[in-house]
């Protein structure tokens, strides 16, 4: 297992805040899971009357991409939308401190032997997934599934709490790479990692186009391909979701994409965007 090297910060006071926020994270994890879950709910309803701008924009994201909906069904989805906010806390900290055992008990895998199947042709596996709510739980369980498991992260500001979150992921994930070290990631790939890798963001014009998604324009990451074009790669989508029928969370894996990259830049961008709409549309509390 491998981490970014992240030293270990001091306990002075401008860390303070950083590690009250570490010690709080390490009680979440501590809590039983039916405990969790019910703290989660007052959670997600204080967060929903606190963060009013959050709430402005889910709402506004609801109108654009689901106007097909009744206003009441659409508030109803920012109501989930802040359940599942209310239970991301939790589902972190259980990640970063729950044994093995305890993960699988919560959550199973799907579609496994898609991703088991690409990893043994030795070209390397991008694991393309989104910014859905339960992200971490399916990292978490991919990199006790699967033979090699890393993944791309963005840096935190907070010198504590990047120092925490690296040493947690690194029991379980073999690399840790920052978003800004695309080169470590190409190799990595041409290795025969399995990098887990979420395209949902925006880093400018000069790394995006702009294609349809929900059928609105959107800045869409060029480097998704271009991942692909340089190492040889194969991509499999992998979603983790919370399926609350049976309160477990289910991590499921699709085949790999077939011709990916086509050589056609918009056609295979548009593509990965159809698969994100999909899935958003499954669960777009999540």
Known sequence: ????????????????????????????????????????????????????????IARRNLERCFPELEETRREALVAGCFRALGRMPFEI????????????????????????????????????????????????????????????????????LEWYQNRSRGKYAEVLISKRDMRSAIRYLKGGGMLWYAPDQDFGPKQSLFLPFFGIPAATLTATARLVELTGCRVVPMFPRYDEASGQYVVQFHPALENFPSGDSVADLTRINVLLEVQVRKAPEQ
Request: aromatic share 8%; proline share 9%; with cysteine.
């Open 93 to 160: 900290s259980w990640c970063w401190s729950a044994s093995d055992q305890r993960v699988r008990r919560m959550a199973r895998c799907e579609g496994l032997a898609a991703a088991l199947d690409a990893y043994a042709e030795q070209r390397g596996v991008l694991l393309v997934t989104a910014h859905l709510t339960c992200l971490e739980i399916g990292a978490r369980l991919a990199a006790l599934d699967l033979p090699r498991a890393g993944g791309i992260y963005r840096p935190l500001r907070s010198p504590v």
């Open 1 to 56: 297992m491998t981490e970014p090297a992240t030293p270990r910060p001091p306990l002075t006071p401008r860390h303070w805040p950083g590690w009250l926020a570490v010690g709080f994270l390490w009680l979440l994890g501590q809590a039983p899971r039916g405990l969790g879950m019910a703290l989660s709910v007052p959670l997600g309803w204080l967060m929903a009357r606190l963060m009013k701008g959050r709430r402005r």
